[in-house]
């Protein structure tokens, strides 16, 4: 299991940095000789809106939650695929804290994978600390680095819509489950 999860690592970080390997069917990587590229390469983004808030009374927490896709390109086809899914930020922690957010948009660039159900799991975004002011309409436009393992990518969150006041520091993780 492990060393799939090397192996889409490495194709990512390979296609982000451009090369081709499109028709890499059963080609051998020099990682080992286990280690070998089966089938096509797709290039997803992640793309979906979440809400939810975060409570805190020196210990509490943070549940965003919404719908969303999984957009794959498939090298040398034409079309996407979309894959409905629900995306999940999850954290707990310390702080004072009362925030609502709407509306967050989740969104990455595109990623280059072996199969797009690799998304569907959870990543780790470590440590993460905010600061909410009473506002309404108070853009933010951010990204996390999320992580499995080997494999990571940026994930960007842009919102428009936070009420709320309070500080908190959270451990935070990102889900993706199939709907």
Known sequence: MKMKSLRNALFAVLTVCGLNIAQA?????????????RGPLYTCSLDGYISGGSVAIIIGGQVLSGPGYIVCSQSGRRGVLQIPVTFRLAGAGIGLDLTAFRNVHVVTAGIGVSDPRFFLRSFGVGASAGVSLIAVGVGFDTAVRVSDGGFGFDLGLQGADVIGL??????TVFSITAR
Not at 25 to 37: F, Q, S, W
Not at 166 to 171: N, P, S, T, V
């Open 25 to 37: 069917n059963d080609v051998p990587m020099n990682v080992d000789d286990t280690a070998r590229v």
């Open 166 to 171: 309070g500080a908190r520091l959270y451990g």
